[in-house]
């Protein structure tokens, strides 16, 4: 059973346009949410997070807003650059279901930026 | 510099047999986990520990098993009983839960078992 969801493999936008990420989640006890960027061979790294309390949050070229009444979340990469062609996954957590340790994670989508 | 290793980068080994893979912090975190990452799937965790000395299953953890006998080292073993053991490795740590901060990640084992 896959809680979080990212339905789009793959992506791709020209540089300088918006990339819009899309994760939807299935668990109503996810109260955290963060998106990773990985490179091939790599670990992933984190790139910003959205506690349910809110629905935006933005650091930079990068926004991630939160409808919890749809259960998605989006992130939003403006404008967008080559160096952001990597996957891109969608990560879940919740303090009250014992999983506060643990992340719960979408499949990814593969984002290429395009000159 | 403060990170996670994880050694080697590739694994070779032959079908039956265990292996061991390494996962060391510096970063002074007290919980680390496992992943594991195939192809169109996302992370799965294996194993975690939030403190020393104690660990808890994932959501695939048969056929592995971890030990945390120092704070700073998580060593994974995928034992001959998993059955689909070539796949990417990932170990991860956070100071506490991921509410506090966001896991750091190692840059992978691909291991290949043939």
């Known amino acids: 059973d896959q809680q979080v969801k990212q339905n789009s493999p793959s992506l791709s936008v020209q540089e300088g346009r918006i990339s819009i990420l899309n994760c939807d989640y299935t668990n109503s006890m996810f109260d955290y949410f963060l998106w990773y960027k990985k490179y091939p061979a790599e670990g992933p790294t984190f790139l910003i997070s959205i506690s349910s309390i809110k629905d935006k949050n933005e650091d930079g070229r990068f926004t991630v807003f939160l409808n919890k009444s749809a259960k998605h979340l989006s992130l939003h990469i403006v404008p967008s650059q080559p160096g952001d062609s990597a996957v891109y996954f969608c990560?879940?957590?919740?303090?009250?279901?014992?999983?506060?340790?643990?992340?719960?994670f979408g499949t990814g989508t593969r984002l290429q930026v395009t000159l | 510099d403060g990170g996670i290793t994880q050694s080697p980068k590739y694994l070779f080994r032959k079908e039956g047999q265990n292996v061991t893979l390494s996962c060391e912090q510096n970063l002074n975190h007290d919980a680390m986990y496992w992943y594991r990452q195939d192809p169109g799937q996302g992370l799965r965790l294996i194993y975690y520990?939030?403190?020393?000395?104690?660990?808890q299953k994932g959501d695939i953890a048969e056929g592995y098993s971890v030990s945390r006998e120092k704070k700073e080292s998580f060593p994974l073993t995928v034992t001959s009983a998993q059955k689909n053991p070539t796949a990417f490795y990932l170990c991860?740590?956070?100071?506490?839960?991921?509410?506090?901060?966001?896991?750091?990640f190692g840059n992978g084992t691909r291991l290949t078992v043939t």
């Open positions: 991860a740590s956070s100071p506490g839960t991921v509410h506090n901060s966001p896991l750091h």
């Open positions: 990560a879940a957590s919740g303090l009250n279901t014992g999983t506060a340790s643990k992340l719960t």
């Open positions: 520990s939030q403190i020393v000395n104690d660990f």
